[in-house]
């Protein structure tokens, strides 16, 4: 199709994300600001599920650590609690000032084993 047989209000994206979970909503956040035009795709609600690649963003690889599973990728997601305080401190360029935080702690969920009981008493 050409661009002159193109309807005015068809949306044409740099980029299409799939998924508003919290690795989606932070994407396009960084491509908006980096002047791309994007398109997110979800299927429920936004930022209401997390996938395996947000999880690195949230606890920033401690679990690895804990579980003895220090790799390449632990150690890269590792800063990534300090950039969340400084996005929610508005000083990263995605600028979560605003953020209403719902919960001051952590709250993790044991199954009871003894090895579940100790990655929660050392996360503590």
């Known amino acids: 199709m050409s661009d002159s047989t ?11 994300i799939f998924g508003g979970g919290i690795a989606g909503l932070w ?9 791309y035009q994007c ?12 996938t395996l690649a947000s999880q690195g963003i949230i606890h920033g690889g401690l679990k690895y650590a804990l579980g003895g599973n220090l ?9 990534m609690p300090d950039r969340w305080r400084a996005a929610m401190a508005g000083d990263d360029p995605v600028d979560l000032r ?7 702690t952590q709250h993790m969920w044991s199954s009871g084993s003894v090895a579940s009981r100790m990655t929660n008493f050392f996360a503590s």
């Open 98 to 104: 605003d953020l209403k935080v719902l919960s001051d």
């Open 39 to 50: 398109l997110l795709l979800e299927s429920a609600t936004l930022g209401g599920d997390q």
């Open 6 to 16: 193109l309807k005015p209000d068809t949306l044409r994206p740099d980029i299409l």
């Open 71 to 79: 790799s390449n990728e632990s150690e890269a997601i590792s800063a």
């Open 27 to 35: 994407l396009i956040n960084r491509l908006n600001a980096a002047g």
